[in-house]
């Protein structure tokens, strides 16, 4: 069955880069995309970006340049770094997949920025 | 980016009871739009997508509808199990746009 999963590290320090993996299995990266989103405690969600099936990318402009979605089809991967981080990105971060709606989600990976 | 105003924020509402959740879309976005379930500590589910399509294995007292550009979530007979936090999504563009959440508790 579909299942994705998050790892990467649960504290940042500011200023530092942030590096997420998600790894999926039950589908290829080359049929379906991948989305990261992102949710402060107690709030509603924020869609950051996308990696399409082609390889393309999508970003939320939110972001600016900080944000970079990328992929390892070999190993079903799928990787999120954001630079200069702030206390403010503290939050959950969500891989799902879906074209349009997100059919399929990881359990999330809380991430603290904190010196 | 499209707003997506979702309302009431929160809600009590006894078992059985017909629960209403809505979502007013800035723009026009024709039937992108899906809802979500989120328990507490667990990720988002799926619930309907296409505005009235109801996912795989999502009971039947869970329906939505579209008039113009306001959707709603519709819970027949609410039961326990559908205590939790509720969001409406748009697929219509980038960036794709969340409602601000509805917390549904019991009476």
């Known amino acids: 069955q579909v299942q994705l999963k998050e790892s990467g590290p649960g504290l940042v320090q500011p200023s530092q880069t942030l590096s997420l993996t998600c790894t999926v299995s039950g589908f290829s990266l080359t049929s379906y995309s991948v989305h990261w989103v992102r949710q402060h405690s107690g709030k509603s969600l924020e869609w950051m970006g996308r990696m399409w099936s082609d390889g393309d990318t999508s970003y939320n402009s939110g972001f600016t340049s900080r944000l970079s979605i990328s992929r390892d089809t070999s190993k079903s991967q799928v990787f999120l770094k954001m630079n200069s981080l702030r206390t403010e990105d503290t939050g959950t971060y969500y891989c799902?997949?879906?074209?349009?709606?997100?059919?399929?989600w990881g359990q999330g990976t809380l991430v603290t920025v904190s010196s | 980016d499209i707003q997506m105003t979702q309302s009431p924020a929160s809600l009590s509402a006894s078992l059985e009871e017909i629960v209403t959740i809505t979502c007013q879309a800035s723009?026009?976005?024709?039937?992108?739009l899906a809802w979500y379930q989120q328990k507490p500590g667990k990720s988002p589910q799926l619930l309907i997508y296409g505005a009235t399509s109801l996912a795989d294995g999502v009971p039947s007292r869970f329906s939505g509808n579209r008039s113009g550009t306001q959707y709603s979530l519709k819970i027949s007979r609410l039961q326990v199990e559908d205590i939790g936090s509720y969001y409406c999504?748009?697929?219509?563009?980038?960036?794709?746009?969340f409602g601000g959440g509805t917390k549904l508790e019991l009476k």
């Open positions: 799902a997949s879906g074209d349009n709606w997100f059919a399929y």
């Open positions: 723009q026009d976005i024709g039937n992108w």
């Open positions: 999504q748009q697929a219509h563009s980038n960036p794709r746009t």
